[in-house]
T-cell receptor, first 113, second 114 residues
């Protein structure tokens, strides 16, 4: 059974700090990985995708992937109160094409002013 | 990326009745997905809907309870049938983005069964 594990949090960080969100997955054959942000009462919004080992940066966000350790993380630099949300990790067994995603339960991030 | 319009946004329904949720995508997509998200929980996939074929249901979900239609490449419906309070949840549709990399979600339907 494919599983995606995340610490439920909440993860509390002060404004301006780096928030580090972590995710592990059980299916060693997984190929593509996604981070979604979900504000309370809203639907998930895709913020990052990563397919290869290493780091991928997009603005204040950096996704990190280590397939050997079956570990993916999201770093948020210069955290803002508007970053307060639940962050969902999702894993796709395929590198491309169409397949279903397996979601973790999400980590709640609280950024205090 | 695809934009998905989902309706209704919320509803309160009597037990034993049915509700049909609609999702309209602004571009053609191959696969659409229906999820359920219960309070404080992550997303649980109900089924995958391909145009022109029967939906594929995940373990624990059956067609009689959650019939799905996918008449074309931009539209899908999910019906929650013979509802009970346990069906109270947020229902989300999702579609594959261009290139199949990650998925876009509709705004969700908050269902309360009384």
């Amino acid at each position: 059974q494919k599983e995606v594990e995340q610490n439920s949090g909440p993860l509390s960080v002060p404004e301006g700090a780096i928030a580090s969100l972590n995710c592990t997955y059980s299916d060693r054959g997984s190929q593509s990985f996604f981070w979604y942000r979900q504000y309370s009462g809203k639907s998930p919004e895709l913020i990052m995708s990563i397919y290869s080992n290493g780091d991928k940066e997009d603005g204040r966000f950096t996704a990190q992937l280590n397939k050997a350790s079956q570990y993916v993380s999201l770093l948020i630099r210069d955290s803002q109160p508007s970053d307060s949300a639940t962050y969902l990790c999702a894993v796709n067994p395929l590198a491309s094409g169409y397949s279903t995603l397996t979601f973790g339960k999400g980590t709640m991030l609280l950024v205090s002013p | 990326s695809a934009v998905i319009s989902q309706k209704p946004s919320r509803d309160i329904c009597q037990r034993g009745t049915s509700l049909t949720i609609q999702c309209q995508v602004d571009s053609q997509v191959t696969m659409m997905f229906w999820y359920r998200q219960q309070p404080g929980q992550s997303l649980t996939l109900i089924a995958t809907a391909n145009q022109g074929s029967e939906a594929t249901y995940e373990s624990g979900f059956v067609i009689d309870k959650f019939p799905i239609s996918r008449p074309n490449l931009t539209f899908s419906t999910l019906t929650v049938s013979n509802m009970s309070p346990e069906d109270s949840s947020i229902y989300l549709c999702s579609a594959d983005r261009v290139g199949g990399h990650g998925y876009t979600f509709g705004s969700g339907t908050r269902l309360t069964v009384v």
